[in-house]
């Protein structure tokens, strides 16, 4: 429980952070003011004024917010409003909240591959991991153990070697192996697994672990984020058309996410934060009002128009763009506490 506290409040925090930070650097930039950055709602915990802005640590850690002068249409409007700068400009500190989002995923994966490396499944005819209870193990086989041959077929590849496994049904398989220089037998009779229809005897093959330098694991990062990024927009796009059935996951299934995954350690977490940062970052840019990508929207059509929408309107439209939020809200988290079998 404890774990999961911790690694949610890490992982809602560095989202939201980076997330207004995006927002707060870019209406600084453009000269608008910003009254007051706020991370959380609700009660505030700690503030202090740095010049003209208040910032604020609030209590509910599920937010945070830019309180930038003029965007209430009833506050006191002058040359530093929201209201008084161009329309791209406006656009912009819409935008950049979503783009820090996409830019934060680049820095963990970077942080991954420079901390960790790359594993990569080897093609060595070589048994990295070995589970005990399955034939492999019974049969005497080892952990690094090279596999020669099998029956008598000399044995190149790991690929090669599943596929003869897999292809043998429950036929006793002679295996030879080398162990440290020193030649060794086995027999071994694989399990029949119904599902896969295939044989299987409880290995897995060696991993390698690659470390990139640094500008190669730049790259590296850049691709992974294109990667990820351009496989959520399939997978929403299959959502939207109705082709995947619609998986959603509230604040507090990802939490229950962020403790299990804290579990495995920090290089899985911070490659979780990754994933969340650019499922936040699309999710922002979706056109629907209350969002950012519905605000853009909003001051397109002014763009085209020359004028905004009446105040009437706007609020009609946040309100609707409200309700759904709310209730996509409410649907995801009643999943997730029905998933904790609480009822």
């Not at 002068?69 to 209201?83: I, L, N, T």
């Not at 330098?213 to 351009?230: D, I, N, P, R, W």
């Amino acid at each position: 429980m404890f774990t999961t506290v911790i690694a949610s409040i890490f992982v809602f925090g560095v989202l939201i952070f980076v997330h207004e930070l995006g927002h707060f650097m870019t209406a600084k930039w453009v000269g608008m003011r910003v009254d007051e950055f706020a991370l959380g709602f609700g009660k505030k915990l700690i503030s202090f004024r740095r010049g003209e802005t208040l910032y604020s640590l609030r209590l509910i850690p599920l937010g945070g917010f830019n309180k930038i002068a003029g965007m209430d249409p009833d506050e006191e409007q002058d040359e530093r409003s929201f209201g008084a700068k161009p329309i791209w400009a406006r656009i912009l500190v819409i935008v950049a909240g979503s783009a820090m989002n996409f830019l934060l995923p680049v820095l963990l994966f970077l942080i991954v591959f420079l901390s960790a490396g790359i594993d990569n499944v080897s093609d060595q005819p070589i048994i990295g991991n070995i589970f005990a209870d399955k034939p492999a193990a019974r049969a005497g086989l080892m952990t690094g153990d090279r596999i020669v041959s099998v029956n008598n077929e000399k044995i190149d590849s790991w690929r090669q070697f599943v596929t003869l496994v897999q292809n043998s049904g429950q036929k006793p398989l002679h295996i030879q192996f080398d162990r440290a220089g020193t030649t060794g037998q086995a027999e071994v009779v694989p399990e029949f697994d119904n599902k896969a229809n295939r044989g299987i005897i409880g290995v897995m093959p060696q991993i390698d672990n690659y470390r990139p330098g640094f500008f190669e694991s730049v790259k590296l990062s850049v691709v992974q984020t294109y990667t990820v990024t351009a496989a959520m927009i399939t997978g929403l796009l299959q959502m939207v058309t109705g082709q995947v059935a619609a998986e959603v996951a509230g604040p507090i299934g990802v939490a229950q996410m962020a403790g299990e995954v804290a579990q495995l350690g920090i290089i899985p977490l911070l490659q979780f934060a990754a994933f969340l940062s650019l499922n936040l970052g699309l999710l922002n840019l979706l056109p629907v009002p209350v969002l950012d990508g519905g605000h853009v929207v909003a001051l397109a059509l002014e763009g085209v128009r020359g004028k905004s929408l009446s105040r009437d309107k706007m609020q009609f439209l946040q309100m609707i763009g409200f309700a759904l939020l709310l209730l996509l809200t409410l649907v995801a988290t009643f999943k997730d506490i029905a998933k904790l079998k609480l009822f």
